[in-house]
Structures are given as structure tokens and as C-alpha cells.
């Protein structure tokens, strides 16, 4: 069994800054690329960031300059630590992770339910 679990959102005023954590724990062998989505209503699930285990980042160019993704690998865990946060960033915010169960087994993705940010104007 594995569990991601998200913590740490909730409700800012525009310009403020909040950090998302997400814990990975049960029966994990490796964890290659961790990373965050976000839906909005009524839009498709989007990238936000992702992070390799070598800590290569990814970003989506809406929040480029804003956002920072960072790992601790020994704790399993991805932050998403959010500056200057708009209204157009409210949504609920998904982690990821491909990781693998054991040896000889192929990475697989496994997700988060997800915490909700909402950025008042």
C-alpha cells in the first residue's frame, strides 16, 4: 500500500505565499520524479512543477518566478513553496510521484487527493 498525502493549503489574499507538502509512505523500493498538478473548475489538471531525484525542475511558465519545487528524499516529501500568489492560482493542487514497490517492478504513478489553495483578490 502507498499513501501520498498533501498538507498545507488553504485560503491567502493575492500577493501572499503558502507551502504544500506532500509525504509519500507504505511500501516504496525507489521514487524517480515527484511533482504537482492543479485543477481548476471547470479546466483540465495542468503541470505546475516537477522535480527528478537528481532535483532537475520543471516549471509551467504561469508560475515561473513565483513558485519552488524541492525534495527531500530521505523523508520521501515534495514542497511546493508559493509566492506572490494570484487568483488565477486557485485550485486544487494534486502531488505525484513514479515511483516503484520493489525490485524488477517499472516505475508507476501514484497521486495525492489533493489540497485545496484559494487566492482571494
Known amino acids: 500500500q502507498v499513501q501520498l498525502v498533501e498538507s498545507g493549503g488553504g485560503l491567502v489574499q493575492a500577493g501572499g505565499s503558502l507551502r504544500l507538502s506532500c509525504a509519500a509512505s507504505?511500501?516504496?523500493?525507489?521514487?524517480?520524479?515527484m511533482g504537482w498538478h492543479r485543477q481548476a473548475p471547470g479546466k483540465q489538471r495542468e503541470l505546475v512543477a516537477s522535480?527528478?531525484?537528481?532535483?532537475?525542475?520543471n516549471y509551467a511558465d504561469s508560475v515561473k518566478g513565483r513558485f519552488t519545487i524541492s525534495r527531500d528524499n530521505a523523508k520521501n516529501t515534495v514542497y511546493l513553496q508559493m509566492n506572490s500568489l494570484k487568483p488565477e492560482d486557485t485550485a486544487v493542487y494534486y502531488c505525484?510521484?513514479?515511483?516503484?514497490?520493489?525490485?524488477?517492478?517499472?516505475?508507476?504513478?501514484?497521486w495525492g487527493q489533493g489540497t485545496q489553495v484559494t487566492v482571494s483578490s
Open positions: 505525484n510521484a513514479d515511483l516503484k514497490r520493489r525490485v524488477g517492478v517499472r516505475f508507476e504513478p501514484y
Open positions: 507504505g511500501s516504496i523500493f525507489s521514487i524517480n520524479a
Open positions: 522535480i527528478t531525484s537528481g532535483g532537475d525542475t
